[in-house]
């Protein structure tokens, strides 16, 4: 199985993206999926993530009211809608997937086991 992260493109400050998330075998559950970024020289960080069964959602403070990350149960597919984006926001953006997080590891990156191959957000100012 293979998580498929599609949706990056160069945009100008204030414009919005929308992120996708989709494992290539549709069959696939997981018990949580997130969204990470990594900016050119620094680490990889978290952005925001769901669970799949309760539809809960956590962000990152420096999305928080402009990023919206959501699932389509029918397609099996997350997304995450990028709003206002700032030149800051400019990173590879990660999907990735997990078996089993809590509350309190949810945010962390060891977390997950399956990853996507990124995609590129560029934000221009």
Request: hydrophobic content about 35%; aromatic content about 10%.
């Amino acid at each position: 199985v293979q998580l498929q992260a599609s949706g990056g493109g160069l945009v100008q400050a204030g414009d919005s993206l929308r992120l996708s998330c989709a494992p290539s075998e549709r069959t696939f559950r997981s018990n949580a999926v997130g969204w990470f970024r990594q900016a050119p020289g620094k680490a990889r960080e978290f952005v925001a993530a769901t669970r799949w069964v309760s539809g809960a959602t956590v962000y990152a403070d420096s999305v928080k009211g402009r990023f919206a990350i959501s699932r389509d149960n029918a397609k099996n597919t997350v997304y995450l809608q990028m709003n206002n984006l700032k030149p800051e926001d400019t990173a590879v953006y990660y999907c990735a997937s997990s078996n089993g997080v809590t509350n309190s590891t949810i945010r962390l990156s060891r977390s997950y086991n399956l990853w996507g191959q990124g995609t590129q957000v560029t934000v221009s100012s």
